[in-house]
């Protein structure tokens, strides 16, 4: 998505396919703005402080060669340009930050600086940038069955317990007619209950809910099992809980669709098996010349930070304060990873994050949706974290059965992480 915008900066500028910092910098530029208003206040963690959503203005930016660029908006527009917002949005779908792959560079993010120079005006500096890779990212999507997604709303006394025995009703009902057709069993199943906070593992709450939604979703390699599936959602409303609707806007004709379920694939390609792109423009076709690119140098090892080191050794103090009051958060999914950035709201507060939320600690503390590794990768520019966390996402994008498939609610679930600090520390 960047490509777009460091084209008119190569173009505008003349830098050519060596001038890697200054397409490092292009290549940030694009980075802010394909995802529009999310760097203007959109999905900001201290979204209360953002202004009239309904008139959300998008980013602009304001280019001064390969040094720096203005990150604003239009005037008279809703929301906001602040260190944060567009901290928030440079890490978002960020593995390494160290090494951010792109195919006209490889960027480094770790120097870049965010520097508040007036009200919803941001300077950023300091990407650098080496050499391409010698391979292409390939990412293909393929059919892999069906799947879908029932969701039912149920009221009254004891509406979680209701919704969840209505779920797992309405599942055996459809699965016991799946295999009297000879249809074979579902693939995959989740049952779980909008409302009472399943996401949250064991730390969900419990509450005494009035209204809850059971929601249901199986898989299965044919159309005609998720179709039984999909006419008995409408059983409920009249077989199961008191207090259970069938006719809302949560279904399309009031039956669930059947949709087909994609795979994401991706793979690395050697660039030197495939034929250089050619252009046709006004009658003339032009061959492309790309960089071969060559092997990445390794990323230099992470020292610790002698104040985080400091925080450890001398004791965190009489008190322990939420993540979100020394941080703001913002998650995003690449496949089956996600990314949680976690950025210091002054950089006095780094020291006593970076001593508390290990790589481990976030594995731990998310261990009820994460399968894979996470490793944390240090932003010094922005006084950030970046964690990544793979197998994280029940396979990511349409083949997940999950509510957030796309782990946008990872950094608000992190952002409850209970932090040691001193007592005297000013929060």
Known sequence: DSATTLGVLMHEYGWTPDDHDALAMGSLAGHILECGPQVTGGIHTDWHTVPDWENIGYPVIECHGAEHFVVSKPAGTGGLVTRGTVSEQILYEVGDPARYRLPDVCCDFTGVTVTEAGPDRVVVRGARGQAPGPHYKLSAAYLDGYRCVAQLPVFGIDAVRKARRTGEALLGRARAMALARGLGDFEKVAVGVVGAEDGYGPRARAFDLREAIARVAATHPRREALELFSREARVPGVSFAPGTTTGSALMFNSRPVVEPRYRLFTCLVDKARLAPPRVTLDGQCVSVPIPAGAPLAEAPAAAPRADAATATATGPGGRRVPLVRLAWGRSGDKGNTSNIAVIARRPAFLPFIEAALSAEAVKAYLAHLVEGAVVRHAVPGLHALNFVLDGALD?????????????????????????????????
């Open 395 to 427: 396979g990511g994008g349409p083949s997940s059965l999950r509510p957030d498939p796309m782990g946008k609610g990872m950094a608000q679930q992190l952002l409850e992480f209970d932090i040691p600090v001193p007592d005297d520390l000013d929060v």
